[in-house]
């Protein structure tokens, strides 16, 4: 194998692994806002509304994300809606975020024992102090691992966006693999390059499940050393 190259297109690749953080940055940010409003407003008892996000939450978690691209590059063009490229992808993965984050807060918000609602409402909170305030504090925590794996895949599938020309990991490797002839090395380093992203939220996802696990057991970390819930109330 030869590795000669890499240092001249050393400019190229980092160039390309910020704009594949880019994407996946922007669509995770945008797509969990867009997927809790949609998440909460599919609990809400108002049913037009409720059909229309349905709707759309199926549409997107239905179709494959290559579709949707297709779709959208090639539907806006076709209706005379012109958009840049980069728009036009981050749109798509923020669409495609939101359903599924949707879906998780919805699946979330259902699992809260109505206990809970009952009590809330009791001491006068509203509909939407209940939920800032006792159900998505609760359902972070259910979902963050759930959350953390979607979004590992989501970075990942970005790669998808090279197939319409966008200037990503996958799309500018292509480039330095027809300069180079070197196809194996040049997607041995973008594999390298994907694992140094994945690799750490992969772990977070493991330590996140282990807290929950602990702190379903009552065990807490107190000076380095675990105790049981009760003996640390007893202390």
């Given at each position: ?5 890499l ?15 880019k ?5 995770i940010v945008?797509?969990m806002i867009?997927?809790v409003i949609?998440g909460v ?10 059909y229309?996000?349905?709707a ?8 494959p ?7 959208v ?5 076709y ?6 490229l980069?728009?036009?992808v ?5 669409l495609?975020?939101?359903a599924?984050?949707?879906?998780i ?6 699992s809260?024992p ?11 909170l509203?509909?939407?102090?209940i ?20 979004f ?25 693999m ?14 390298i390059?994907y694992?140094?992203i ?13 807290r ?7 065990i807490?970390?107190v ?13």
């Amino acid at each position: 194998m030869d590795f000669s190259w890499l240092p001249r297109y050393s400019g190229l690749i980092t160039k390309s692994l910020f704009m594949t953080l880019k994407l996946s940055g922007l669509a995770i940010v945008f797509g969990m806002i867009l997927g809790v409003i949609v998440g909460v407003l599919l609990t809400s008892k108002v049913k037009p509304i409720k059909y229309i996000l349905r709707a759309y939450v199926e549409l997107f978690r239905g179709a494959p994300l290559l579709i949707q691209l297709f779709m959208v590059f090639f539907g806006l063009a076709y209706i005379h809606i012109n958009i840049s490229l980069s728009t036009t992808v981050i749109l798509v993965f923020t669409l495609y975020t939101g359903a599924y984050v949707a879906e998780i807060t919805r699946s979330g918000i259902e699992s809260i024992p109505t206990g809970q609602w009952e009590a809330a409402h009791s001491i006068g909170l509203n509909y939407f102090q209940i939920m800032r305030i006792v159900i998505l504090p609760q359902i972070i925590t259910i979902a963050l691992p759930s959350l953390i794996g979607f979004f590992i895949g989501m970075t990942k599938d970005t790669s998808l966006a090279s197939i319409i020309g966008y200037s990503e990991l996958v799309k500018n490797a292509q480039t330095v693999m027809t300069t180079t002839s070197r196809p194996f090395e040049t997607y041995i380093v973008v594999g390298i390059l994907y694992f140094i992203i994945c690799y750490p939220m992969s772990r977070f996802v493991v330590f996140v499940e282990d807290r929950i696990r602990r702190r379903q057991k009552g065990i807490y970390p107190v000076n380095k050393t675990m105790v049981k819930r009760e003996e640390f109330g007893s202390a």
